[in-house]
């Protein structure tokens, strides 16, 4: 409902008094627009002439104003338009047709606007009071933040609060912040999915619990790295390229698998784990890696955001995912092949 309408009523009685003309124009304007003759060239000129004259004498009196900023630009257009209508007269028909085209439709909505009436719930039409009052009485409340919901933060707290008044809501800072809520919960479960499923492939394959180990501390490494560079970067996680993370798991473990593989062999065929490295698989591992992060990295090219940001950090988890795989995992095998002959020792 309109607030203060007693004042705005007042003003719109104020305000057609002096527009009674409009008020008293009779409803045959648009068949009388519609019976008008084109324009006589003649007094067109005139009318163009008197209105440049109007527009020249306004600019030069509040020269620098506003106002006469907008008459001198008035003045500029109007002059090209004669200038041009020298040449082709049939311009004031058209600069007629232009002007007037829309007069009676707006005259009419004039006087609407200088009619109005005090708007009640009864006089609502039928289909804006149906939005907001059911047919069995039932009335729709809505509450507005007076923060920006568009700040996580904000939306959630604007929502917490509202629901400990009614917690049955709707709206969209309700079904954002839900959905937002269920797309986390997913990927993360997804993610815990994807490394446990991997762990049990990985075990699967060496029956070792160190091996499995060895392998999954880089990619564990890769994806901290990968969230602090997308926070550095101002790259931060949403609904489109949150899928990172699992893929991560999925696209970054086969080329540790590669490497943990190849390096058990050597140690079975009595050679040092360490060896792999002097082998022909971390140039394999490089190239291959290399291929994915330009395959998925033209997806930073896409005018979607979200597409290109699923492809920004994909080339970053990648890349992450092969620097801790070639640099990390030296190390790690390195000490399982001292902590192993070790324990032979002993």
């Known amino acids: ?5 007693d004042l705005k009523l007042d003003e719109i009685d104020f305000l057609a008094g002096d527009m009674a003309f409009v008020l008293l124009e009779g409803d045959d304007l648009e068949d009388r627009m519609m019976a008008r003759t084109d324009p006589d060239q003649e007094a067109a000129e005139r009318a163009v002439g ?10 030069e009196t509040d ?11 008035l003045f500029k257009a109007l002059d090209d338009f004669s200038n041009a209508a020298r040449e082709a007269p049939v311009l004031y028909t058209e600069l007629d047709r232009q002007l007037m085209r829309f007069f009676p439709m707006q005259i009419e909505r004039l006087r609407l606007q200088l009619t109005a009436r005090p708007v009640t719930l009864e006089t609502l039409p039928p289909d804006i009071r149906a939005r907001y009052v059911s047919e069995n009485g039932l009335v729709r409340v809505e509450v507005l933040p007076k923060e920006d919901v568009r700040d996580p933060k904000a939306r959630r707290a604007f929502v917490d609060e509202v629901s400990q008044v009614n917690p049955a809501l709707s709206g969209g800072a309700v079904s954002v912040l ?29 029956r070792r619990v160190g091996f499995v180990l060895m392998v999954l501390l880089p990619l564990v490494l890769a994806g901290l790295l990968t ?25 970054g473990v086969d080329s540790a698998i590669h490497l943990v593989m190849r390096a058990r062999h050597l140690a079975q065929d009595g050679g040092k784990a360490t060896a792999v490295f002097s082998t022909s698989t971390p140039r394999a591992v490089l190239l291959s890696a290399l291929t994915t992060i330009g395959s998925f990295g033209s997806l930073a090219l896409s005018s979607h955001r979200g597409t290109a940001s699923m492809g920004e950090l994909l080339m970053l988890a990648i890349g992450f995912t092969l620097l801790t795989t070639l640099i990390v995992l030296p190390v790690l095998l390195q000490l399982g092949n001292r902590f192993g002959n070790g324990a032979k020792k002993a």
């Open 1 to 5: 409902m309109p607030e203060d309408q």
């Open 50 to 59: 008197r209105l440049m004259d109007g527009a020249k004498a306004i600019a």
């Open 63 to 73: 020269a620098g104003t506003e106002r006469g900023i907008a008459a001198q630009q």
């Open 178 to 206: 839900a959905a937002g809520d269920v797309v986390s919960h997913a990927m993360i479960q997804a993610t815990i999915t994807a490394l446990a499923l991997a762990a049990l492939l990985i075990f699967a394959l060496v």
């Open 227 to 251: 969230a602090a560079m997308g926070v550095w970067l101002d790259r931060p996680f949403n609904f489109a390229n949150v899928i990172v993370l699992p893929l991560l798991i999925g696209l």
